[in-house]
Nanobody, 123 residues
Framework: QVQLVESGGALVQAGGSLRLSCAAS????????VAWFRQVPGQERDFVAC????????AYADSVRGRFTISRDNAENTVYLQMDSLRPDDTAKYYC????????????????WGQGTQVTVSL
């Protein structure tokens, strides 16, 4: 089992940038798919981006492609989400998640979750 801890959420103005971090403990990310999801109260948890630790392959939601970048730090066992050109509709709680196997984009396909970090984008 892996424990996931997110950090980096904040209040930022539209057009600004943030970098979220997801640190793993308990086991290595080495064989995992690590993903970021986001959720607004009353709505479903939506896929944002994911990365295959072993291959480096990535996937992005259409709404963030070209603005967000997912990356990893092998030494720190950490996955990052660089968020640029932020918009008010990016406001949400962002969650890190992990699963074994292949890249998937639906939240119910992930079994390991962090507690989330809040991102708020103001006009």
């Amino acid at each position: 089992q892996v424990q996931l801890v997110e950090s980096g959420g904040a209040l930022v103005q539209a057009g600004g940038s943030l970098r979220l971090s997801c640190a793993a403990s308990g086991r290595s990310f080495a064989t995992l798919i690590v993903a970021w999801f986001r959720q607004v109260p009353g709505q479903e948890r939506d896929f944002v981006a994911c990365l295959s630790w072993s291959t480096g392959n990535t996937a992005y939601a259409d709404s963030v492609r070209g603005r967000f970048t997912i990356s990893r730090d092998n030494a720190e066992n950490t996955v990052y989400l660089q968020m640029d050109s932020l918009r008010p509709d990016d406001t949400a709680k962002y969650y890190c998640a992990a699963r074994n196997g292949m890249i998937r984009t639906r939240h119910h396909e992930y079994g390991e979750w962090g507690q989330g970090t809040q991102v708020t984008v103001s006009l």
